[in-house]
């Protein structure tokens, strides 16, 4: 079903900021992004790296989430400034059980498939999820996803639309 990432991204960093005393930042563009998908599963990518940003970085840090709208595509960032990933174990922490040699199940608590379930939901929509980090000073997770184009936004029924009065007018100008 058709999606806008941004309102998407600011309902569940809500959620986010009545749980945890944390500044939580979201950069949202000031068009409309529309992708094709499963709301509750892409909620679930979002809840689940935001969880990891918490939980990996000091209580006080910042967590910053930014979506991006480029050609063809949307990306989401979930940035923290968090205690980050080792280079070695940066490719394999996608996969199912793996933890990186930086977090200890006594000061960590996880099973390592947070990350192994949202990148398999980013493959199911066609898009990706990617990392970029450096051990000791924190990570940014990217989900890419294709973006819907402009010609069926505009066929998109007119209470779909009325999110955001003001956002939906500009995008759509
Ligand atoms: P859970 O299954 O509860 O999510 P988990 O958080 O350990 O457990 P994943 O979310 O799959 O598992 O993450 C896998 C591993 O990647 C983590 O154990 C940790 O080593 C590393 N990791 C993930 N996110 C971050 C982050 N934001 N900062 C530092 N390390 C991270
Ligand atoms: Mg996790």
């Given at each position: 079903a058709p999606l806008e990432v941004g309102q998407l991204v600011a309902e569940v960093v809500d959620h986010f900021r009545a749980a945890f005393e944390r500044p939580f930042t979201v950069e949202v563009p000031r068009d409309r992004v529309w992708v094709h998908g499963d709301r509750d599963r892409l909620e679930q990518v979002l809840v689940?790296?935001?969880?990891?940003?918490?939980?990996?970085?000091?209580?006080?840090?910042?967590?910053?989430?930014?979506?991006?709208?480029?050609?063809?595509?949307?990306?989401?960032?979930?940035?923290?400034?968090?205690?980050g990933i080792p280079g070695a174990d940066q490719s394999q922490v996608f996969q199912r059980f793996y933890r990186a040699?930086?977090?200890?199940?006594?000061?960590?608590?996880?099973?390592?498939?947070?990350?192994?379930?949202?990148?398999s939901i980013a493959?199911?929509?066609?898009?990706?999820?990617?990392?970029?980090?450096?051990?000791?000073?924190?990570?940014?997770?990217?989900?890419?996803?294709p973006r819907m184009a402009s010609h069926e936004v505009k066929r998109l029924p007119r209470?779909?639309?009325l999110l955001d009065e003001d956002r939906t007018q500009e995008a759509l100008a």
């Open positions: 689940n790296l935001l969880e990891n940003a918490h939980k990996y970085s000091p209580a006080g840090e910042p967590i910053t989430v930014r979506v991006e709208k480029l050609e063809g595509e949307a990306r989401i960032h979930v940035q923290d400034h968090g205690i040699r930086n977090v200890s199940h006594r000061n960590f608590g996880g099973l390592g498939l947070g990350l192994f379930i949202s990148s493959k199911l929509h066609r898009g990706s999820l990617t990392l970029a980090s450096s051990e000791g000073h924190g990570s940014t997770f990217t989900m890419t996803l209470r779909v639309l």
